[in-house]
């Protein structure tokens, strides 16, 4: 039986087109490819983060640093000598800090069973409709550890000994921190070689000049977004430690420091604070009224500095929706741990900031933007307007 082509209503048969069907297998294909490559991408990062943990600190370190360099260099100072002095005075700065905060993190880890213990006893009150579930769970918790069948044996795994683990972390670190400062030092002092580096894979003169003042530009608002966040949060946690200290609570400076570091983990980082504030004042403060006095100040510090000073001095251009936010500090804390968490804002920014200067990558960073950015101007929605008309 003889079959008729179908005919559309123009009268023309319906045939397929081989040049669509090519094009949406190479499509397919390309993004199984991205995929793939992606899927590696992690793999490398997961299993590798000995090595490029500390190689991204330092170039974050070293974009933080770069504005003070290039302000240095335009008042005579060569690059080598102002990254060296830079270097040396963050070695100082961590030094000095992790010295003068030992002692009190030490005594706060060799307490903890003491403060949980006093924390207990101040929370006695809202414990009570509680007690009774505690008792069951302990009487259930008693129960298996007492019934055991006979002709079983409980096996015990030795565990590798606390100096040795100790020391072991300390080396990491300590080489970690090597790469870090050194590799830094090296890119401050290295200048624009990277940039010319860069342009001379280019041919033409236009895709050069287009090329360096997408380098630059990127550069720059990283640079300026690094450095003034690095400087809030050091005078947020300095105005916190003040603040606590008058309060009377025990160790502000611990507490300063950890309201500055945690600062970097946006929503998160400030709860955390917080809620060891509210610890550290209820176990610290005979009454429950005037310990909450001190988390009080850090929320009304965090409010200030979240609303009012980071949206002013930063501005909202390399701002970050808050979904955005969540699912790189969940993805990086897995990844890297905690200090996956402090740079995956700084590394959300550095990908919005290159995204927003290629057209192909646009809708990127229109997805990382805080605020929806139009991608159709008000001619165009009058006449699909008119068009719906």
Same mark, same amino acid.
């Given at each position: 039986?003889?079959?008729?082509?179908?005919?559309?209503?123009?009268?023309?048969?319906?045939?397929?087109?081989?040049?669509?069907?090519?094009?949406?297998?190479?499509?397919?294909?390309?993004?199984?490819?991205?995929?793939?490559?992606?899927?590696?991408?992690?793999?490398?990062?997961?299993?590798?983060?000995?090595?490029?943990?500390?190689?991204?600190?330092?170039?974050?370190?070293?974009?933080?640093?770069?504005?003070?360099?290039?302000?240095?260099?335009?008042?005579?100072?060569?690059?080598?000598? /102002?990254? $060296?002095?830079?270097? %040396? *005075? =963050?070695?100082?700065?961590? !030094? @000095?800090?992790?010295?003068?905060?030992?002692?009190? +993190?030490?005594?706060?880890?060799?307490?903890?069973?003491?403060?949980?213990?006093?924390?207990?006893?101040?929370?006695?009150?809202?414990?009570?409709?509680?007690?009774?579930?505690?008792?069951?769970?302990?009487?259930?918790?008693?129960?298996?550890?007492?019934?055991?069948?006979?002709?079983?044996?409980?096996?015990?795994?030795?565990?590798?000994?606390?100096?040795?683990?100790?020391?072991?972390?300390?080396?990491?670190?300590?080489? /970690?921190? $090597?790469?870090?400062? %050194? *590799? =830094?030092?090296?890119?401050? !002092? @290295?200048?624009?070689?990277?940039?010319?580096?860069? +342009?001379?894979?280019?041919?033409?003169?236009?895709?050069?000049?287009?090329?360096?003042?997408?380098?630059?530009?990127?550069?720059?608002?990283?640079?300026?977004?690094?450095?003034?966040?690095?400087?809030?949060?050091?005078?947020?946690?300095?105005?916190?430690?003040?603040?606590?200290?008058?309060?009377?609570?025990?160790?502000?400076?611990?507490?300063?420091?950890?309201?500055?570091?945690?600062?970097?983990?946006?929503?998160?980082?400030?709860?955390?604070?917080?809620?060891?504030?509210?610890?550290?004042?209820?176990? @610290?403060?005979?009454?429950?009224?005037?310990?909450?006095?001190?988390?009080?100040?850090?929320?009304?510090?965090?409010?200030?500095?979240?609303?009012?000073?980071?949206?002013?001095?930063?501005?909202?251009?390399?701002?970050?929706?808050?979904?955005?936010?969540?699912?790189?500090?969940?993805?990086?804390?897995?990844?890297?741990?905690?200090?996956?968490?402090?740079?995956?804002?700084?590394?959300?920014?550095?990908?919005?900031?290159?995204?927003?200067?290629?057209?192909?990558?646009?809708?990127?960073?229109?997805?990382?933007?805080?605020?929806?950015?139009?991608?159709?101007?008000?001619?165009?929605?009058?006449?699909?307007?008119?068009?719906?008309?």
């Amino acid at each position: 039986m003889k079959t008729e082509p179908t005919v559309l209503s123009a009268g023309v048969a319906e045939s397929p087109d081989p040049r669509a069907a090519a094009r949406a297998d190479t499509h397919m294909v390309r993004l199984l490819l991205v995929g793939i490559f992606l899927l590696m991408v992690v793999y490398a990062l997961y299993f590798a983060r000995a090595f490029f943990m500390p190689v991204i600190l330092a170039f974050l370190l070293a974009l933080t640093l770069t504005p003070i360099v290039r302000l240095l260099r335009r008042h005579g100072i060569p690059e080598l000598v /102002s990254a $060296t002095l830079l270097v %040396v *005075l =963050s070695i100082c700065v961590f !030094a @000095s800090a992790g010295y003068l905060l030992s002692g009190p +993190i030490i005594d706060i880890i060799n307490n903890t069973s003491s403060i949980g213990q006093q924390l207990t006893e101040r929370l006695a009150q809202l414990r009570r409709p509680f007690e009774r579930i505690m008792q069951i769970s302990h009487q259930i918790e008693q129960l298996t550890e007492t019934s055991q069948e006979p002709g079983i044996q409980k096996v015990a795994v030795a565990q590798s000994g606390v100096l040795s683990s100790a020391a072991s972390n300390l080396l990491s670190a300590g080489t /970690s921190l $090597t790469i870090i400062f %050194v *590799l =830094s030092l090296f890119l401050l !002092a @290295s200048g624009t070689m990277f940039y010319e580096k860069i +342009i001379q894979s280019f041919a033409s003169l236009s895709e050069k000049k287009r090329a360096l003042r997408v380098i630059y530009d990127v550069e720059r608002e990283i640079s300026h977004y690094l450095l003034t966040v690095t400087l809030i949060n050091a005078g947020l946690g300095t105005v916190i430690a003040l603040g606590l200290w008058a309060l009377g609570v025990p160790n502000p400076s611990v507490w300063g420091v950890a309201a500055a570091l945690f600062n970097f983990l946006p929503y998160i980082g400030a709860l955390i604070t917080i809620l060891l504030v509210t610890i550290m004042a209820l176990i @610290s403060f005979d009454t429950i009224s005037y310990a909450l006095l001190a988390p009080a100040f850090v929320l009304l510090c965090d409010i200030i500095e979240g609303q009012f000073v980071t949206p002013t001095v930063v501005g909202r251009r390399l701002e970050i929706n808050a979904v955005a936010i969540l699912i790189a500090l969940a993805f990086w804390s897995w990844l890297w741990g905690f200090v996956g968490a402090l740079m995956a804002v700084p590394l959300l920014v550095v990908i919005k900031a290159f995204c927003d200067h290629f057209d192909g990558l646009s809708h990127v960073g229109n997805f990382l933007a805080a605020q929806h950015t139009a991608v159709v101007d008000e001619d165009e929605m009058a006449d699909a307007e008119s068009t719906k008309g």
